[in-house]
Structure formats: structure tokens, C-alpha cells
């Protein structure tokens, strides 16, 4: 993740909290610089989700923030089926999904459910 990342996201989102891009203000108010925008996370974890089990599929999707990102963070989004439940209008897959940062840290954990259909 990078600075410019970060201002990418605040001009997309409309999100121009200046914490995360004015460094002097971030460390006036504790932090050891900006941050990234935690709903930035979230943009990230959903593509990943909907990548892997397609966005017209998406039935459900929440996050819990967890760890603040910082410039130079390397994310990985990474997920694991949890359940399957199944109906006479197909199968709707549960999933628990995590970006996590290099340290190990989760930035970010949710869910989310799919709908799929039989292979």
C-alpha cells in the first residue's frame, strides 16, 4: 500500500479525511504517519470475493476492522468456505474472509454469502 494509494481512494470515495495524507497531522494526533482508509481494505477484500465467486453471486458481505494499514503494508486477501446450505433454488456458500497485513496483523476479517448453482 502507498501514500498515492491512499489519496487514489480518498478522490474515488470522496473520503479526504486528511489523516490519511497529511503526515503532519497524523503523528499530531498519535499515529506514526497517515493510514490508509478502512473502508480501502474493504473495497479490496469485496474484489477479492467477488473475483473468486462472482459479484452477481453476492448475497451478503460485512467486515470488522481490525488493524490500521500503513504505507508500505503488503495485504493479502484470502478466504475459506464455512458452509454450505442448500435449497430447491440452489446453494448459497458461506465464506470468512481476511486481508492481512505482512506482519501477520488482520487489517480486516468479514463473511459473506454466495449463491451458486451445481457445476
Same mark, same amino acid.
Given at each position: 500500500?502507498? =501514500?498515492?494509494?491512499? !489519496?487514489?481512494?480518498?478522490?474515488?470515495?470522496?473520503?479526504? +479525511?486528511?489523516?490519511?495524507?497529511?503526515?503532519?497531522? $497524523? =503523528?499530531?494526533?498519535? +499515529?506514526? &504517519?497517515?493510514?490508509?482508509?478502512?473502508?480501502?481494505?474493504?473495497?479490496?477484500?469485496? @474484489?477479492? $470475493?467477488?473475483?473468486?465467486?462472482?459479484? #452477481? +453471486?453476492? =448475497?451478503?458481505?460485512? #467486515? =470488522?476492522?481490525?488493524?490500521? #494499514?500503513?504505507?508500505?503494508?503488503?495485504?493479502?486477501?484470502?478466504?475459506? !468456505?464455512?458452509? !454450505?446450505?442448500? &435449497?430447491?433454488?440452489?446453494? !448459497?456458500?458461506?465464506?470468512?474472509?481476511?486481508?492481512?497485513?505482512? @506482519?501477520?496483523?488482520? $487489517?480486516?476479517?468479514? &463473511?459473506?454469502?454466495?449463491? #451458486? &448453482?451445481?457445476?
Amino acid at each position: 500500500m502507498t =501514500r498515492q494509494m491512499f !489519496v487514489k481512494y480518498a478522490g474515488a470515495s470522496g473520503d479526504f +479525511n486528511p489523516m490519511h495524507y497529511d503526515d503532519d497531522l $497524523a =503523528r499530531g494526533a498519535g +499515529n506514526p &504517519s497517515v493510514f490508509s482508509q478502512g473502508m480501502h481494505q474493504t473495497a479490496l477484500l469485496a @474484489t477479492f $470475493a467477488t473475483d473468486w465467486l462472482g459479484a #452477481v +453471486n453476492i =448475497r451478503r458481505f460485512q #467486515v =470488522r476492522f481490525q488493524n490500521q #494499514v500503513w504505507p508500505g503494508d503488503i495485504l493479502t486477501c484470502s478466504g475459506t !468456505v464455512v458452509g !454450505v446450505n442448500e &435449497s430447491k433454488e440452489g446453494a !448459497v456458500v458461506t465464506v470468512d474472509l481476511t486481508c492481512t497485513r505482512q @506482519t501477520g496483523d488482520v $487489517a480486516i476479517s468479514g &463473511s459473506a454469502d454466495f449463491a #451458486v &448453482s451445481a457445476p
